[in-house]
């Protein structure tokens, strides 16, 4: 195959896997695109570093073009300039693929179903390392795209990666079965192929009738979309009427056991933010309600010569009847905190966004409580039980929803997710929608409802087996009332983590790599 095709079909192939993805939801597509680069790399092991890179410049290239609102409409930085910041980091996200072309060239063999299983385990290796190398940015993964195909139950035993990897089986499985129609016989049985093709569809159907969590009481929440335009977010004018309107839409809710404010929601300080909280503590216990909101803490430091004298985190906080707070523990690049501060801050209004400056939360924190009516009151309205249950919240702030393991053992506690979040910076693109395909897969991962506040969409209520319950419409200032049960038990997923798929992967590539030695090794 020729270098120009190689590279121009992988490129391809990358641009459409994102398809597969919310909003799109065409889950074959993304099938179809990791299917055209295994092929590309067992057709072409030579060129499989530049193919892989080619894909994977044209999987971020679409995938997250929603980089581009954020820069545009809210770093107020010409077109031209978004578009070379843009290809830089799609660039950089790039060369993450590229060790999949790299070491696959160096452990292919004649054997193809040993290629096959070598591929998927260098692919989910790059997808693990995305969760934590360089902070992480664990996004597009094939199991994400598999959420509402019958493959999705897997994702409670083993999480979004053993969700790519069965997947992948099928891709694998496909691609074999091509190679021996065009090349017959010569190496290649079609019996394992085809079994490949239909195992994973099997396992997710067996699995999808599996029960591992169960519910404990039904509970009422609200949760509030205050619409706020990012543009005047952190103005000092209308930080006051930013409060009011959200006390506004919540009015008609402290019937609720839960009220829930986006990310943010109050940006006030100093006596404006107390009078804030003030009324959400005692209307909240007037009414025996659990109000948890976005707000910024600040944490006073000892004067220093020319530094601040104090940090600002972004968290979730508890009143009423709730207890607590969070404090966002992984920050967004540019968006929570600026890298290479000194160097960067002032030369662009991108580099010197509202709130670019925030501290990073502890790695351990206890989760918010809620106190919610017992179950057993509930039942029996003679019983002498205690009249609340406290009932663990495990809590994840925007971006860091996408971070399954931390979420993993938050929820070890904790018997339902909530998540707020500002998606506004990304306008109508399609980030926001990504990222609640995200949020879906944690409530499956855990068994667990999921409530996710925002201040402009996507809000929304998800079940326990990851499907929607209830939506509102993004662009709108309206409350989701509904409602969502306490959830006891754990999932296999939530017990091990992906301790159980990172082995397999180590044990393929090692023997991967032993194999091709051997075969290479002079006779």
Same mark, same amino acid.
């Not at 790039?94 to 292919?108: D, E, K, N, Q, V």
């Not at 855990?446 to 990851?466: D, F, M, S």
């Given at each position: +195959? ?26 074959? !597509? ?15 092991? =030579? ?14 290239? !679409? ?21 070379? /910041? ?21 452990? =292919? ?5 040993? $290629? ?17 190398? /360089?902070?992480?940015?664990?996004? /597009? ?8 195909? !019958? ?26 079965v091509g190679l021996f129609w065009r090349e017959g016989c010569r190496g290649i049985s079609l019996v394992p192929g085809m079994a490949l093709i ?18 404990? &009481? ?49 940006? /006030? ?11 959400? =503590?005692?209307? &909240?216990?007037?009414?025996?309600? $659990? ?17 601040r004298n104090y940090n600002i985190y972004n968290t979730a906080k508890g009143y009423g009847l709730a207890q607590g707070d969070f404090a966002k523990?992984?920050?967004?690049p540019f968006g929570d905190y600026v890298p290479l501060e000194d160097w960067l801050r002032g030369v662009i209004d991108f580099f010197d966004l509202? +709130? ?25 309205? $003679? ?20 971070? &399954?393991?931390?979420?993993? +053992? ?24 990504? =990222? ?16 996710? &506040? ?70």
């Amino acid at each position: +195959m020729k270098t120009k095709s190689a590279l121009f079909l992988a490129l391809i192939a990358g641009a459409i896997y994102p398809l597969g993805f919310a909003p799109f939801g065409y889950f074959g !597509v993304a099938l179809l695109a990791a299917l055209s680069l295994f092929l590309l790399l067992t057709r072409a092991p =030579h060129l499989a570093p530049w193919s892989a890179l080619a894909f994977g410049f044209g999987k971020y290239l !679409v995938g997250v073009s929603w980089i581009y609102v954020s820069i545009t409409e809210y770093g107020s930085a010409s077109a031209l300039l978004a578009g070379v /910041l843009v290809l830089l980091f799609v660039a950089g996200m790039a060369l993450f693929c590229w060790p999949i072309g790299f070491f696959y060239r160096r452990l =292919h063999s004649v054997n193809q179903y040993l $290629n096959g299983l070598v591929f998927i385990a260098l692919w989910l290796a790059v997808e693990w390392s995305l969760t934590w190398l /360089l902070t992480g940015f664990p996004w /597009l993964f094939l199991g994400f795209a598999a959420i509402d195909s !019958v493959v999705a139950g897997v994702a409670p035993i083993g999480g979004v990666l053993a969700t790519s990897a069965v997947s992948l089986i099928s891709v694998v499985g496909i691609g074999i079965v091509g190679l021996f129609w065009r090349e017959g016989c010569r190496g290649i049985s079609l019996v394992p192929g085809m079994a490949l093709i239909v195992l994973p569809w099997v396992i997710g159907v067996l699995l999808s009738t599996a029960t591992w969590t169960q519910p404990v &009481g039904q509970y009422t929440v609200a949760l509030v979309q205050g619409n706020i335009d990012q543009a005047v977010k952190w103005d000092q004018d209308q930080q006051a009427s930013n409060v009011r309107k959200h006390r506004e839409l919540s009015a008609d809710h402290w019937d609720t056991d839960l009220i829930v404010w986006p990310e943010f929601a109050l940006t /006030l300080y100093g006596a404006q933010a107390q009078q804030a909280v003030d009324f959400l =503590h005692t209307q &909240g216990l007037a009414t025996q309600t $659990n109000v948890v909101t976005g707000t910024p803490r600040l944490e006073r430091l000892p004067r220093s010569e020319g530094g601040r004298n104090y940090n600002i985190y972004n968290t979730a906080k508890g009143y009423g009847l709730a207890q607590g707070d969070f404090a966002k523990y992984h920050l967004v690049p540019f968006g929570d905190y600026v890298p290479l501060e000194d160097w960067l801050r002032g030369v662009i209004d991108f580099f010197d966004l509202p +709130m670019s400056g925030l501290q990073q939360g502890q790695w351990q924190q206890n989760n918010i409580t809620l106190r919610l009516p017992s179950v057993v009151s509930q039942t029996n309205a $003679n019983s002498p039980a205690q009249p609340f249950d406290e009932v663990q919240v495990a809590t994840g702030i925007c971006y860091e929803i996408a971070y &399954g393991d931390s979420m993993r +053992m938050r929820t070890e506690d904790a018997g339902v997710i909530l998540t707020i979040s500002n998606d506004t910076w990304f306008g109508g693109s399609i980030g926001p929608h990504q =990222h609640m395909q995200i949020a879906r897969m944690r409530a499956l991962e855990n068994g667990r409802w999921l409530l996710r &506040g925002t201040n402009n969409g996507v809000t929304a209520i998800v079940n326990p087996e990851g499907k929607i319950v209830g939506q509102l419409p993004q662009f709108e200032a309206t409350v989701l009332r509904g409602e969502f049960e306490i959830m006891q038990g754990r999932t296999p997923y939530s017990r091990l983590g992906d301790w159980p798929i990172l082995l397999l992967i180590f044990v393929t590539l090692v023997y991967g790599f032993f194999t091709q030695r051997r075969n290479s090794a002079p006779q």
